[in-house]
């Protein structure tokens, strides 16, 4: 990646996100950002991680850290969200030591002990939310008790928010005792963050303005996103086409080249993440309507997802229907094929299918994904979210009628218009300019100027 003349020598910038791909990606993109704008920057994470990342020389240096649970098949045992100080700081240390020391960091909002890490060796911390404004906005009402747990079913005003159902809001808040200490992590992002020198918001301000400016009112927030390569937006960052980083084999060439022999807009990309485990019941249902259906169809289907597959699934459709278990998911968004994206609505997976203008079909599965599937439909008007039927399963026929709706229907025309517009919205902000480009410059003009 080209980087511009000027260097910030003094300025070198620790970039921390825990080792998930969905916290990852965004967190390095903005390292890239601000390596392309001339500072040093060195991204931290596992040695699991680290190994399978392919950045382009010179732009941010990899340091690999243990967080005790070194080879992939740990990498779930995240012992590093709760108990990473002493890697932080030694880390913080070896720089400082060998003449090189950082000047701030920049953390995961998840690890919220980082900062205080950053305060007591002398680093100015900024606070990097992987997750959007209004999701922020919930949990944060939460942890002040004013929306007290477990809630009533009734309509949730957040005053300035649009009105949202118990269904609408982040898992961990609608169902506090399913993951009670992912809920705890994620209400502790704000225990101590009025002592962070910037929050930052993987968002952009026309996407979220009353939710963005909601957060403006109490800390320093600036937007940043989406981060996306910036080939996929600006195209200011020469060499920047992809994240760098693979979960597993990305199967690019083989989805490409079969992507080309499909009709424009004729295929439904299917995927739900890095993380989501779908009920063996509800991939039979999406498997039997995509054999039954006319469309094609690529469907990421994980490794560890693939035995709840029916028998023979794969070769009985393999005239109409690609299965990956991993794939290049910007180049598949961005393949004129590729006509509808059924999606778990993971925040990055959202962004992206808004930058690249690719209609969604929402269904949510836990964590943050609700909240952006009802952005997805009622707010940004960008996709259909699917009804959920008894037993918590979305049957054949729902979601063959949202899929058809969104290709084909009335509604689709509308949600396609939709989808070009924030597609234009999103390569406006990072544009020359543009607010989350402004933002940037402005978080590098203060950082050197403090
Ligand atoms: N992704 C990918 N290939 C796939 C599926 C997903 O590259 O086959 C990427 C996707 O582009 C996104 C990330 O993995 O950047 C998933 O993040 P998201 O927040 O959407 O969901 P999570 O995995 O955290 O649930």
Redesign the pocket.
């Known amino acids: 990646m080209e980087k511009k003349d000027i260097s910030y020598g003094a300025h070198n910038i620790l970039v921390f996100p825990i080792p998930?791909?969905?916290h990852i990606?965004p967190m390095l993109q903005f390292a890239k950002r601000l390596a392309s704008k001339g500072l040093k920057v060195t991204l931290a994470t596992t040695i699991s991680e680290a190994k399978s990342m392919q950045i382009g020389s010179g732009a941010v240096h990899v340091e690999p850290i243990s967080d005790g649970h070194d080879s992939v098949a740990d990498k779930d045992n995240l012992a590093l969200l709760t108990d990473g100080s002493g890697t932080l700081t030694r880390l913080i240390q070896k720089h400082e030591n060998s003449g090189n020391p950082f000047s701030c960091l920049v953390y995961d909002s998840v690890l919220p002990w980082a900062l205080d890490v950053a305060r007591q060796l002398g680093l100015y911390g900024a606070s990097f939310f992987t997750q959007s404004c209004a999701v922020s906005a919930i949990y944060y009402h939460v942890n002040q008790g004013k929306l007290d747990l477990p809630l009533e079913a009734t309509p949730i005003s957040i005053p300035g928010f649009p009105q949202l159902r118990i269904s609408d809001l982040p898992s961990f808040v609608s169902a506090p005792e399913s993951y009670p200490s992912f809920l705890v992590l994620l209400l502790n992002q704000f225990s101590n963050l009025e002592k962070a020198d910037w929050v930052l918001v993987n968002s952009l301000d026309k996407l979220e303005e009353e939710e963005v400016r909601w957060m403006e009112r109490l800390w320093p927030v600036k937007t940043i996103g989406p981060t996306l390569p910036s080939m996929y937006l600006d195209k200011l960052m020469v060499g920047d086409n992809d994240?760098g980083i693979?979960?597993s084999n990305?199967n690019g060439k083989a989805c490409q080249k079969w992507l080309d022999t499909r009709p424009t807009a004729s295929v439904v990309y299917v995927?739900f993440?890095?993380?989501?485990n779908l009920e063996e019941d509800q991939m039979v249902e999406l498997a039997w309507w995509l054999k039954e259906s006319n469309s094609n169809f690529l469907w990421?289907v994980r490794a560890s997802e693939q035995s709840k597959l029916p028998n023979n699934f794969v070769e009985e459709t393999i005239e109409k229907g690609l299965v990956v278990d991993?794939?290049?998911?910007?180049e598949v968004l961005a393949h004129p094929a590729v006509g509808c994206f059924v999606t778990?609505c993971?925040?990055?997976?959202?962004l992206?299918a808004l930058s690249l203008g690719v209609p969604m079909v929402a269904v949510p599965q836990w964590t943050d994904q609700p909240t952006n599937a009802k952005y997805v439909e009622d707010i940004w008007g960008v996709g259909i979210r699917v009804k959920v039927g008894e037993k918590g399963l979305v049957r054949r026929e729902e979601m063959g009628n949202c899929i058809r709706e969104v290709m084909e229907g009335e509604r689709g025309k509308e949600i396609k218009k939709n989808a070009g517009k924030w597609m234009e919205a999103a390569k406006e902000a990072l544009a020359e300019g543009g607010s989350s480009n402004k933002n940037i410059d402005e978080f590098i003009t203060k950082l050197i100027n403090k």
């Open positions: 998930s791909q969905g990606n994240y693979n979960l990305p995927s993440g890095s993380i989501a990421v991993w794939c290049t998911q910007l778990h993971g925040w990055n997976s959202t992206e």
